[in-house]
């Protein structure tokens, strides 16, 4: 009987075990105890309402999925993942381009988190593990991934609230000091008044970084406030009305867009209750996922243990790698700014110690907005711009030693001068803005920044410009403006006296900018002040101009 039942036994084993053509590398997972707690926040519409959910144990992976595992799917299965994706840096992301989740601009190690797919190529994936291991791997659910993010707290992160921004550089790869000087110096990019801002600390790593190198959180996850954002299961709806209360995916009949959480290197870090969202085809580059598997975690396969080993090697060059990073320079102080006659003169405290090896000047376009790099190697504290424009914005100086550049000094604004109308107006110049806010600009005819809103520009906007015109006369208005709608656009004011509607047509959306005609406007020689009171919202504008007939 005992011969019988071990030939039975052999023979189900022989049958029920999967055989690889290409070995998979199963997750490393973590397993997630069940319970409950309270998912979503106040502070976003999107996170409400804040309800109790329920959740069975279940596992996660202890790490991104990284481009070494991802690389076994793609041998096996031939999968089409996306062939361009949005890679490539040069003062911001550029449009798709050629790469792929293996040759791209941003990875440079098997074990950094897989990017340049989307979520159908995550999809696919899981969906490949499961059937060559014979368990249910998936994605994560949103409520999962908020469960095991928060690991029984309720801060804003796992290890608090880090109000201050300098503790999360233990934990996490995210938009910091050293992130900046290497962005600027190599790629003439910003973290800096973008997002939730810019970290006060250093985590030595300017990109996606290796998985597992920061601090785990109480579960045992790394990576898990930020290194690249992640997709889930979920299709995003924008709240919580009628979500499941079970820890399970919200599936809808129609799924545009999917939900994502934590944050990455570029787009900083946010609270663990944080949502955001991305369409299923979007490739990009700081975009990965982890995989969730129901019950226990299981034990690691042959091929993980291999692949662990790997890793750690992996690990250990990269922690000597960081090790061997210089401290950044202390931040300049006394940074000031006066009018003279040759121009904007900036100056600042000297380096009274002689460790800094040269400075450089930074300015925005718009205050509050992404710095652009303007002069560089300045051995003395001062600096003289004398290619200045007559609209508002800021200057910030940095320190410089090893290549390396400090924290920004505190900005300081150039006041509003009266702006000349013999070229365009770009939008954003305006002396005082009411109802809109300024973003980046989709118009390919002219870059740069637009005026726009949750909703475009409110119904209630108020826009003030200051000009200088040479020639008193009638000058014809003209607009660049997106609109998903025709709307009722808005009123002129030249010098508090009403001039005229002038309509902003339907340009077929956001994306799409037309250059429209308003009315005739008599302007006085001289300073005119000139007001845009908006009528309606669901509109943008890039520039305006005026021209004398």
């Not at 793609?74 to 062939?83: G, L, Q, S």
Request: net charge negative; glycine share 8%; hydrophobic share 35%.
């Amino acid at each position: 009987m005992k011969k019988k039942h071990y030939l039975i036994m052999t023979a189900i084993t022989m049958v029920s075990a999967p055989s690889y053509a290409v070995e998979p590398i199963e997750p490393v997972m973590v397993t997630i105890p069940g319970g409950s707690f309270e998912m979503g926040s106040l502070a976003r519409q999107s996170t409400q309402p804040v309800h109790k959910v329920e959740l069975n144990t279940f596992s996660l992976g202890k790490y991104e999925v990284t481009v070494k595992e991802f690389g076994q799917f793609i041998k096996a299965t031939n999968y089409p993942a996306p062939t361009e994706c949005r890679h490539e840096l040069d003062g911001w992301f550029k449009l798709y381009s050629k790469g792929n989740w293996e040759v791209n601009k941003l990875n440079s190690s098997q074990f950094q988190p897989v990017v340049c797919i989307n979520w159908k190529a995550a999809q696919a994936y899981t969906q490949w593990l499961a059937k060559e291991t014979g368990k249910p791997y998936r994605l994560v659910s949103e409520a999962e991934w908020e469960y095991a993010a928060r690991a029984g707290t309720d801060t804003d992160y796992f290890f608090g609230d880090d109000e201050e921004m300098s503790e999360v550089c233990q934990y996490a790869n995210t938009a910091d000091l050293y992130g900046e000087s290497i962005l600027q110096m190599e790629a003439n990019t910003t973290y800096f008044n973008w997002s939730s801002g810019l970290a006060n600390c250093v985590d030595h790593s300017a990109y996606a970084s290796i998985v597992g190198m920061y601090k785990a959180n109480p579960y045992g996850l790394h990576d898990i406030v930020s290194n690249v954002l992640e997709f889930t299961a979920d299709c995003y709806v924008g709240g919580y009305e009628g979500a499941p209360t079970d820890g399970s995916a919200r599936i809808e009949e129609k799924c545009e867009r999917r939900s994502t959480r934590g944050g990455s290197w570029h787009w900083t870090h946010w609270p663990h209750a944080f949502r955001s969202n991305i369409s299923e085809d979007f490739a990009g580059g700081v975009d990965g996922f982890r995989v969730a598997l129901d019950g226990a975690a299981p034990e690691l396969s042959t091929a993980t243990r291999r692949f662990l080993k790997e890793l750690g090697e992996a690990q250990v060059i990269e922690r000597k790698r960081r090790q061997a990073i210089p401290k950044l320079p202390d931040p300049v102080t006394g940074f000031k700014l006066e009018n003279v006659k040759e121009g904007i003169k900036l100056s600042w405290d000297a380096d009274e110690k002689g460790v800094v090896d040269s400075y450089r000047i930074y300015r925005n376009q718009v205050p509050g907005k992404m710095f652009e790099l303007i002069a560089t190697n300045i051995k003395s504290n001062s600096f003289i711009d004398a290619n200045f424009g007559e609209h508002r914005y800021e200057y910030t100086v940095v320190a410089v030693k090893n290549h390396l550049q400090s924290a920004y000094a505190d900005p300081v604004t150039k006041p509003s001068g009266w702006l000349s109308i013999e070229s365009k107006i770009e939008a954003e110049w305006a002396t005082s803005i009411e109802g809109a806010s300024v973003s980046f600009s989709s118009d390919n005819e002219r870059k740069g920044s637009v005026l726009t809103g949750s909703e475009g520009i409110s119904d209630s906007a108020i826009i003030t410009y200051h000009v200088d015109v040479d020639s008193a006369g009638s000058y014809l208005l003209e607009y660049r403006v997106a609109s998903i709608q025709d709307t009722e656009g808005f009123e002129v004011y030249i010098n508090n006296k009403k001039h005229g509607a002038n309509p902003v047509l339907k340009t077929d959306g956001y994306h799409k900018w037309q250059t429209q005609t308003g009315v005739r406007l008599k302007l006085k020689e001289g300073k005119n002040r000139i007001t845009f009171k908006s009528l309606d919202s669901h509109w943008k504008l890039n520039w305006f101009s005026l021209k004398k007939i």
